[in-house]
């Protein structure tokens, strides 16, 4: 299993973040893998292999919750080796149940819906750019007079920017910001 292969310790700072994404992966290839690792973390607290255990705290301190926190206190009054790791996970865990958080919500999985819009919103923005670029140049060949072309071709172009942008980012309309 995964807790077998990979050791982790909560010294690094990276090790959370490196613990989500690859869940994160794990999860969109199968649906519950989250769910299930928690529950392996949590019976893994009692392993003699310190490596493992740290691991399973690294991985309580990303998916854990306020269900956990007392499977940890238990495992840092066990051993004094990883009494910092374990207090810092069970802090982790408070800190995100305090914000309201979801251990969980950090796996934002895009949906058909989420992919369907960015594809619009691509689209969009690809054929607003040869349309501005288009509307810039008549308006260059109109000669000093008609400025309106032009500033509607840099608005078209600029549009084009910020629909690709959305697209690139997933940032869509009505959607939360992280």
């Not at 490196?18 to 928690?38: I, N």
């Not at 292999?49 to 740290?54: A, H, M, N, Y």
């Not at 084009?160 to 997933?170: E, P, S, V, Y």
Request: hydrophobic share 45%; glycine share 10%.
């Amino acid at each position: 299993m995964w807790l077998r292969r990979r050791t982790l310790s909560l010294d690094h700072w990276t090790a959370l973040s490196r613990t989500r994404g690859e869940v994160r992966q794990a999860e969109r290839a199968q649906p519950g893998y989250a769910l299930q690792l928690r529950g392996v973390a949590v019976e893994t607290l009692a392993d003699a292999d310190v490596r493992v255990v740290r691991t399973a705290i690294a991985v309580l301190a990303a998916l854990g919750t306020a269900d956990d926190v007392a499977p940890l206190r238990r495992c840092a009054a066990a051993s004094p080796a990883l009494e910092a790791d374990a207090r810092r996970a069970v802090l982790e865990i408070e800190n995100r149940e305090a914000r309201g958080q979801d251990p969980l919500g950090d796996l934002d999985i895009s949906t058909t819906r989420d992919r369907i819009g960015r594809t619009v919103l691509g689209l969009l923005g690809l054929c607003s750019l040869p349309t501005g670029v288009l509307a810039v140049l008549h308006g260059l060949d109109a000669g000093q007079g008609p400025i309106a072309p032009i500033i509607s071709g840099l608005s078209a172009i600029s549009f084009g920017i910020w629909m690709i942008r959305g697209a690139w980012t997933g940032h869509l309309p009505g959607s939360k910001r992280k």
